[in-house]
């Protein structure tokens, strides 16, 4: 009767780091009646009071060996820049609580085996933030395959165009850089695992890698500012690409099979679908034309009404973290797996090996 | 006295180094870039350069060490939340820290007007340092919110630390490259929406607002005082608009939009969100009461209470204030003459008890 009454018990979850991405996390967790935001921790004791005074926390620290102490978490949200994540992700597990953790998990793939192992040891889990995965238009796509709407997959196509060398932007900041300049790609470490995982629900395994790391713009600061590869698994052909170098920003997903295609872009979602269509091999392009135009409508209404009230791309985080949450009540497994982010661990390795580089 | 002051590469900060050496103060310029700034005291002699980024606790130690009074200017003025708390709230925190272990005492800040609750002054009533502050900043921008942060931090700590603090609310300071105010309404290129006529503007010209900052540091009559800074008689909406428009080429084009029909527009768009749409839109800043109101309500202001504490009267005149911005260029303005200076009265505190704080 215990555990069945625990079930239904909130979980108590901390969040350590309150930057931007905090915000995402706050909004679901001081609003969801699973869950009590039980603290927040944050070295400016400021930012640890604005997340108070806007989400709810119970407590504010500034030290998170205090915080596991005396708040005693089951979750532990760990929003810090990457770097620091290993020392955070495991003073958590070790205090026996799950941790939600954004992307990367950790720098290397290495470390992130060890935290997962720890985490297995405690009888822990590790979730890391898959969070476009669950926007809508990448479930609506996913529905197409599994519905054979598209037929057998043989094209995926994943490409990011962010502007992230804009002057005064907080990648540009040389007089304090952006703590993923330290990253192994740099800052296009901050987006690769959102590229990988989303490559890897429409490629199940990969063969050969071949990644283009450049570099073509003139600061000092930047490691790799461009990043073209081609990512081979059985008769499935992955692109994957990020620039800073073209705009607008976007973030595409194209899907292509032996039936037809599908994409969508992310940051001004739809979604448009060439498949078969009533009417046979004559009439098809006409009704694809018109179904795509109806749908391309009803996109930019949602579009609008998103705006106004500032529904944001991060659209499929709340969705992530409602059925983290529910798994983590149950016990069953976390929407992302061990195998979901080992294997996009793995490919970003492969992307960053130089036996790989072209 | 030895002075820090911060944000010194910015807007105000040129012109407050400069008056600070002008009035015989060793100053040390915290400045983000390594570049050399653009101004005409660079390379005085009494001037010291340290480079260190207040978002971060690094090289902050140097720039306190043996200073007897931080003037703090520093603050974000654009991006979202995160980064104006970043660049206005953790690094005064961080700033403090620094002050706190360097054994400084004593600190200038620079609040604004923005922590003003302007709901909740009266139209045409008179805003002063005893009118309300904001409490609910969710409702203003992001400025709002963190100077209302930083000021309550800056006020908590001195005051838990037993420091010497001044805090000084500058209304809008304009000069040279900044005559424009988003208090005058919009700007679309030479197009001006002017949300209003007759609501005063509290300007303070940028040369008269680094005096009172520079007096607010020696003065120990500033001791744990809150002072508006704001020059003589603010002009209306209309008046300083058609004193920048006649002085401007081209001329702008001013579009008059009634205070009335904005107060309006943005009850009906806070309506239309809380009922019909859950409180949930982003709704532009000029059709948000909260911050509608802060920009264009009818108020009127007074500088009684700095001009009697610092013994501070504006130099400049208006007129004399936008000749000087439109025909001097940014180096003319900050020329600071670098031979030795003769003996200030001023430069020492006004009272032993300053330099007991200081030290």
Known sequence: MAVVHQKFLPLRAAVIGTG??????????????????????DLSPSLARYAVDRFGAERTFTDSRQMLAEAKPDVVHVLTPPGTHARLVSDALNAGAHVVVEKPVAPTHREFLELWSLAESRGRKIVEDHNYRFNEPVLEIERMVRNGELGEIREVDVRMALAIRKAGGRYMDTSLPHPSHRLPAGVIHEFITHLCYLTLRFLPTFERVAAAWSKHGDDTIFKYDYLDALVIGGPVHARIRFTSHSAPDCFTVRVGGTRGWAETDLFQPHVRAVVPRTGGQQLSPLVNQFANGVTLMGSSIRGFRNKVLQKTPYEGLRTFLDQTYDALRTGTEPPVTFEDMDRAGRLIEALLDDANRV | ???????????????????????????????????????????????????????????????????????????????????????????????????????????????????????????????????????????????????????????????????????????????????????????????????????????????????????????????????????????????????????????PMIVPVS?????????????????????????????????????????????????????????????????????????????????????????????????????
């Open chain 2, 259 to 359: 205070w009335t029909i904005m107060r309006l527009i943005a009850g009906m768009g806070v309506t239309i969100n809380r009922v019909l749409l859950g409180n949930r839109a982003k709704i532009p800043g000029l059709f948000v009461p909260a911050r509608l109101y802060a920009r264009c309500r009818p108020l009127n202001f007074t500088n009684q209470k700095i001009k009697q504490v610092l013994n501070w009267r504006p130099k400049y005149s208006l007129n004399e204030a936008l000749d000087r911005s439109l025909r001097m260029d940014a180096m003319e303005l900050t020329k600071v003459d670098s031979s030795p200076q003769k003996e200030d009265p001023a430069a020492k505190p006004r009272h032993p008890k300053i330099a007991e704080v200081a030290a």
């Open chain 1, 20 to 41: 931007k991405i905090s915000e995402e996390h706050l909004r679901f967790l001081g609003t969801d009646p699973r869950v009590t935001l039980a603290a927040v921790c």
């Open chain 2, 1 to 251: 006295m030895k002075l820090l002051v911060t944000g010194a590469n910015g807007f105000l900060g040129r012109y407050v180094v400069a008056e600070a050496l002008r009035r015989g103060h060793a100053v040390t310029v915290l400045v983000r870039s390594t570049e050399t700034p653009k101004v005409g005291w660079a390379g005085h002699p009494n001037v010291k350069m340290v480079q260190a980024d207040l978002r971060s606790r690094r090289g902050l130690a140097e720039a306190v060490a043996d200073v007897d009074c931080v003037l703090h200017l520093a603050a974000a003025k654009s991006g979202d939340m995160y980064a104006q708390y970043a660049g206005t709230v953790v690094a005064t925190e961080n700033l403090l820290a620094a002050m706190t272990d360097a054994g400084v005492r004593r600190i200038v800040a620079i609040s604004s007007f923005s922590v003003y609750d302007y709901l909740k002054i009266r139209s045409f009533s008179v805003l002063s340092e005893d009118s309300p502050i904001e409490t609910d900043a969710f409702n203003r921008d992001e400025y709002a919110h963190t100077k209302v942060v930083q000021e309550r931090l800056v006020r908590e700590h001195a005051t838990r630390l037993h420091w010497g603090f001044t805090i000084l609310r500058p209304g809008v300071i304009f000069g040279k490259d900044n005559l424009f105010t988003a208090r005058l309404g919009i700007q679309a290129g030479r197009i001006w929406i002017r949300t209003g006529a007759w609501a005063k503007l509290p300007l303070t010209y940028v040369e008269n607002c680094a005096e009172a900052i520079v007096l607010a540091a020696e003065s120990e009559a500033a001791l744990s005082q809150t002072l508006n800074v704001v020059d003589d008689n603010p002009p209306t909406q209309r008046r300083y608009a058609g004193m920048l428009r006649k002085r401007l080429s081209p001329r």
